[in-house]
T-cell receptor, first 112, second 111 residues
């Protein structure tokens, strides 16, 4: 089955620790995205990538970092510089023709 | 500036009643338009999309949406709501790598 996987589903970290969220897709999509979702705020774009080894900041990139070493993978690192990291994180991918985005199941990160 | 507005934060309907969720957008060019649905704690699922052509588009689960260029709107409709339709609904607009989501409308279905 083609799709997007995110792991883990729930993640707990202590304040001050970096944490990496995994996102893998087997849809052969060129573009991948990371969004943050907070209650009542919809989705906010963190980073996106349209090609391997290249990525662009979204609206709220501060405190986050990404890499795109393989077409299938787009991991997101939440660094200790992110002031309020507790949120639901969604990964998505799309082709470069229609740009309709397909989403993974999400990772809920809790930092205490 | 580009933006998407979903004016209804929360809507409650009775099972079997009709549904309309509103979406208005501001975008420089003619955008691609999407509706997504999200169940609690899950990712987003694409319900339908509009790229061009017929302004009334059909989607999955019996949903449809109508693009009205003059009103910059893309409202989602369903003739008869089922209890399983209770979820969060997001409108999105975009073109290329410029993609914008609304803040969502939460739907409650009363038996």
């Amino acid at each position: 089955d083609g799709g997007i996987t995110q792991s883990p589903k729930y993640l707990f970290r202590k304040e001050g620790q970096n944490v990496t969220l995994s996102c893998e897709q087997n849809l052969n999509h060129d573009a991948m995205y990371w969004y943050r979702q907070d209650p009542g705020q919809g989705l906010r774009l963190i980073y996106y990538s349209q090609i391997v080894n290249d990525f662009q900041k979204g609206d709220i990139a501060e405190g986050y970092s990404v890499s795109r070493e393989k077409k299938e993978s787009f991991p997101l690192t939440v660094t200790s510089a992110q002031k309020n990291p507790t949120a639901f994180y969604l990964c998505a991918s799309s082709n470069l023709i229609s740009y309709e985005q397909y989403f993974g199941p999400g990772t809920r990160l809790t930092v205490t | 500036a580009q933006s998407v507005t979903q004016p209804d934060i929360h809507i409650t309907v009775s099972e079997g009643a009709s549904l309309e969720l509103r979406c208005n957008y501001s975008y420089g060019a003619t955008p691609y338009l999407f509706w997504y649905v999200q169940s609690p704690g899950q990712g987003l699922q694409l319900l339908l999309k509009y790229f061009s052509g017929d302004t009334l588009v059909q989607g999955i689960k019996g949903f449809e949406a109508e693009f009205k260029r003059s009103q910059s709107s893309f409202n989602l409709r369903k003739p008869s709501v089922h209890w399983s339709d209770a979820a969060e609904y997001f409108c999105a607009v975009g073109r290329g790598n410029q993609f914008y989501f609304g803040t969502g409308t939460s739907l409650t279905v009363i038996p």
